[in-house]
């Protein structure tokens, strides 16, 4: 099935609905954390966590929203297989947030973890989807060279 063919968005968007469902479903089984008494400020570990993994969905999702251009000044689309890696990359760095969060927080550190998750998925994660795909519904992609 090419890019314009239905099965390949159905599979960015079940990624999407998963990512938004994967911190609820931790949460559900492993949110005991969030009822014991713990401090209002994150843990060292969130926060490097949430630096890290914020600045990682924000470079990645600048890479795939920078449009490049060939020699003929046409726009030039990553292969979708491409897309859809660097997009789960986003989910995984906002996910951490949520896991970390679960994990290793206590009371209010462990909304703070799946708060910045929310707002990444919400920030970046489904900008990026939504711009990206009537890019690729309505054009060919055509391979990228990666190498500098």
């Known amino acids: 099935m090419g890019i314009h063919g239905s099965k390949t968005w159905l599979t960015a968007t079940v990624m999407l609905i998963q990512f938004f469902l994967f911190p609820a ?24 966590i949430a630096v890290a993994s914020t600045l990682g969905a924000i470079v990645v999702s600048r890479q795939l929203l ?25 989910g995984v760095c906002a996910a951490a947030n949520a896991l970390i969060g679960i994990f290793t927080g206590k009371g209010p550190q462990v909304y703070f973890g799946m708060g910045l998750c929310c707002v990444l998925l919400l920030t970046v994660m489904v900008p990026v989807y939504f711009k990206m795909r009537p890019l690729y519904q309505t054009a060919t992609a055509t391979p990228q060279s990666t190498q500098p």
């Open 25 to 48: 479903l931790v949460f559900a089984f492993e949110g005991r954390n969030a009822r014991l008494p713990g401090p209002m400020q994150p843990e060292p570990l969130q926060i490097a």
């Open 66 to 90: 920078t449009p490049k251009f060939n020699e003929a000044e046409q726009r030039v689309l990553l292969p979708f297989e491409s897309f859809v890696t660097q997009f789960t990359i986003i």
